[in-house]
């Protein structure tokens, strides 16, 4: 599974990563740390990558252009490098159908926390 990690989640993720995630990367690692939006976008559709991010921003694009890239928008506040973790291995089996469906382009994850 190719993801591409937005600068609002830390690229120390890829570090903790399982093997299944094992072809993950960060826009920092990408050297698109100060890139904008659409410059990721566009990395990202080159290159097959599925953007995670806790942005709606990558989902207004695809909005407006289409997919591919495919969004993984996890809508859950701030959240420790752990914790964004568990949720991406709790909701692996959706991800994964979620990617070879070409009929979805954005995937919402919400939690709502107390």
Known sequence: MKLLFDQNI???ILKLLPEKFSNSTSVKDEKLINASD???WEFAKVNDYTI??????F???N????FPPKIIWI???NLTTKAILRILEDHYSEIEKFITDHN????EILKLTR
Do not use: K, P
């Open 10 to 12: 830390s690229h120390r």
């Open 38 to 40: 659409i410059e990721i």
């Open 52 to 57: 995670v991010t806790q942005d709606s921003d």
């Open 59 to 61: 989902n207004d694009l």
């Open 63 to 66: 909005l407006l252009f289409g």
């Open 75 to 77: 809508r859950t506040g």
């Open 104 to 107: 979805y382009g954005c995937y």
